[in-house]
């Protein structure tokens, strides 16, 4: 079918199917849950799935869903489509009908925006099976903001041993672009993301008394000081490197060093190669400054998500094909950003594109990760139209 033709199909079904997407975002906003207990929001998957008579597998790492919708010819080509499903911990400040109903827990992210879009998605493919080739996976993805990350748990449950994709496709909302925009960027867009646990160990006492202690909280904060220096001084230029420690807790007092502090920060990197090193790097030097203060250091480096890595030849027909749809002014270039993304672990093994698509409107949104974030709804209309016809585009073309 011709790709104008897909377009004018796919713009009236995004119109006539618009009012139940923004009733599915409105619900999952309103019902938002943290990381791996996101157990409402995967029922009421589940229930629209099966209100369309779309197939599915459930309990996919806890929480996990995948529909599937198979055209014509279902073996000839798997495209897979990811939505995060889950929320954070956050208390929701913004004022509108349906604000959060749990305290302390907010979609402040838009993996509710994301949902709701997949859900429009399954509506219209749904209705235009009969007219591609191929299937399509409808991934709802849990615990995308928490270690280990959802993917990861979802790739080693098996969810693709049985219908392995030809190529993934992800989206997220981006404050920074308007609605109706979106953005695309080849290669590694965003940086793996570990964390590190420290524990400085010494012989506490008399804050009056140094000679007679072993000075835990000197020892923590040159360690800090120190691991900064790894990356002004020991890492590639070349290579993005970020080292934030956002915890310290010394439990003393005024005149009291305790036995022991605990230092927990991130390490963000956009090289395989240099995010190897500089863990080693953060190890030794915590190890070694410790023991010059005369104290004993555990360390623990936890490997958390890798690099996001957009494929060269997928991203650039993503970008063609939402030029198609939206128009040459709508489609953007990307930043790279040093946040993580759990579709990193995606990116490792399949050929996929993760872009993200303006949000900003007519409400004055806060950024992502805040108590204000909220979005405007027409941003659905852009969401749901460009997956779809992504999907029935890279269903369609020669990889």
Do not use: W
């Amino acid at each position: 079918m011709p790709a104008n033709v897909v377009i004018l199909q796919i713009k009236k079904k995004v119109e006539d199917n618009h009012s139940d997407v923004v009733k599915d975002y409105q619900y999952l906003h309103a019902h938002p849950e943290l990381s791996y207990k996101e157990y409402i929001t995967s029922a009421y998957i589940q229930t629209q799935l099966s209100a369309l008579g779309i197939k599915f597998i459930s309990g996919i790492a806890g929480t996990g869903v995948m529909g599937i919708i198979e055209g014509k010819n279902p073996c000839k080509k798997i495209v897979g489509l990811r939505a995060d499903m889950d929320a954070l911990a956050i208390c929701e400040t913004n004022d509108i009908p349906y604000k959060s109903q749990y305290k302390d827990v907010m979609h402040a992210c838009g993996h509710d925006v994301h949902t709701a879009s997949l859900l429009g998605v399954a509506r219209i493919l749904n209705e235009l099976k009969h007219e591609f080739e191929g299937t399509v996976l409808l991934i709802f993805q849990p615990g995308e903001e928490k270690h280990p990350g959802g993917a990861r748990l979802m790739l080693e449950s098996g969810i693709f041993n049985e219908l392995k994709p030809d190529l993934l496709i992800a989206q997220h909302v981006y404050v920074d672009y308007r609605v109706g925009e979106v953005g695309f960027e080849s290669g590694v867009i965003m940086a793996a993301a570990d964390e590190v646990h420290i524990k400085i160990k010494g012989k506490g006492g008399h804050g009056a008394l140094p000679h007679l202690v072993n000075d835990t909280v000197l020892a923590a904060s040159q360690c800090i000081v120190s691991m900064q220096q790894i990356v002004s001084r020991r890492s590639n230029p070349f290579n993005p490197v970020v080292l934030s420690f956002g915890k310290l807790l010394a439990l003393g007092d005024t005149n009291i060093i305790p036995d022991e502090v605990t230092i927990a920060g991130t390490l963000r990197t956009m090289n395989e190669g240099e995010r190897v090193k500089i863990k080693e790097l953060i190890k030794s030097v915590a190890i070694h400054t410790a023991e010059a203060h005369g104290c004993s250091c555990e360390i623990e480096v936890y490997d958390g998500y890798p690099c996001v890595k957009n494929d060269e030849q997928i991203t650039s027909m993503a970008k063609s094909f939402a030029t198609e749809y939206l128009g040459a002014v709508s489609v953007k270039g990307l930043e790279r950003r040093m946040t993580g993304e759990d579709f990193g672990f995606f990116s490792q093994l399949y050929p996929t594109t993760f872009y993200r698509f303006g949000v900003r409107g007519r409400n004055q949104s806060g950024g992502l990760h805040t108590s204000d974030f909220l979005i405007d709804d027409e941003a659905l209309k852009t969401s749901v139209g460009v997956m779809s016809y992504l999907a029935c585009r890279f269903l369609d073309v020669a990889l």
